[in-house]
């Protein structure tokens, strides 16, 4: 048997190994998606990256700003084109 938890969802499932590979699977594909729209005013972040924010968890420029640089809302910036483009 095979045990999945979620602590932030409180999600416990149980399942053969092969149907929790699965389970995995879907649940990887479908939280591809947008996010709440955050930016960054981290000096520690590049140029590029505080002119911009993001709205989508597949956003490869998006994913290179540390979650503790992340604060919420557009900050007033134009969406990033890798979040533009990215489907």
Excluded: F
């Amino acid at each position: 048997m095979y045990e999945s938890r979620e602590s932030n969802r409180g999600v416990v499932t149980t399942t053969s190994a092969g149907q929790g590979w699965a389970m995995k699977q879907r649940k990887r594909s479908s939280a591809m998606g947008k996010d709440a729209p955050y930016h960054t005013n981290s000096l520690e972040e590049p140029p590029e990256q505080r002119s911009v924010h993001h709205d989508h968890n597949a956003c490869s420029e998006g994913k290179k700003i540390r979650s503790s640089h992340r604060e919420p809302g557009t900050g007033g910036k134009p969406l990033c084109e890798t979040c533009k483009t990215t489907a």
